[in-house]
C-alpha cells in the first residue's frame, strides 16, 4: 500500500505542476519537460517520509526474494553434490 499511496501523490504533484504550469502559457513538450522536472523536485521535497516507506517495502520484498533464491541455489547444489557422490560411488573414485 505505501507503494500505492507514494504514486499516487507523485502523479499528483505531475497533475498539479502540470496545471500550473498550463495556466502560465506553457505549451507542448516543454510543458512536459518542465513538468516532470519541477514535479520530481517537488516530490523529493514534500514526500520524504513517504518515499521511505515506499523503498522500505521495496526493500523487505527484495531480501524476501533474494532469500529464496539463496535456498533455491542451495539445493541445487545439494542435489548435483549427492548425484556426483552417488556416481563416485558406482563408478569407483577418479583420479
Known sequence: MPILRY????LAVLAAVLGLLWLVGMRGLLLLAVAVVV????????LPR??????AVIARRSGERAGAVDAAIAQDAAEE????DEREDHDGPRG
Do not use: G
Not at 7 to 10: D, F, K, M, V, Y
Not at 81 to 84: E, G
Open 81 to 84: 553434490d549427492a548425484l556426483l
Open 7 to 10: 504514486t499516487l501523490l507523485r
Open 39 to 46: 514535479s520530481a523536485l517537488v516530490s523529493f521535497l514534500l
Open 50 to 55: 513517504q518515499a521511505n516507506e515506499a523503498a
